[in-house]
Nanobody, 115 residues
Framework: QVQLVESGGGLVQDGGSLRLSCAASGSIFSFNTMGWYRQAPGKQRELVATITSLRSTNYAHSVKGRFTISRDNAKNTVYLQMDSLKPEDTAVYYC?????????WGQGTQVTVSS
């Protein structure tokens, strides 16, 4: 069984920074894609960023240049460094692990950016 545990959310002012972490445990294949998604109130869940085990990355246009995704393969952990945060970044952020056709989700962590 795969488990994802997120940490690092919180309240920050406009222009501030936060770093999210997500540690995966269980039967983890060496080749996989980890990523972050977010869901704001009343909106659909959307992609923020993904990174493969070979460290190929993909970002949503809205966060390019402000957010950086990285990973530590030895620890099965993915990070999201969020800089220059804006109120519109307020959402619940979910960690995702994709292995083949199987997709796993964390419980979510709240990020709130005050203006």
């Amino acid at each position: 069984q795969v488990q994802l545990v997120e940490s690092g959310g919180g309240l920050v002012q406009d222009g501030g920074s936060l770093r999210l972490s997500c540690a995966a445990s269980g039967s983890i294949f060496s080749f996989n894609t980890m990523g972050w998604y977010r869901q704001a109130p009343g909106k659909q869940r959307e992609l923020v960023a993904t990174i493969t085990s070979l460290r190929s990355t993909n970002y949503a246009h809205s966060v390019k240049g402000r957010f950086t995704i990285s990973r530590d393969n030895a620890k099965n952990t993915v990070y999201l460094q969020m800089d220059s945060l804006k109120p519109e970044d307020t959402a619940v952020y979910y960690c995702n692990l994709l292995m083949g056709v199987n997709s796993y989700w964390g419980q979510g962590t709240q990020v709130t950016v005050s203006s």
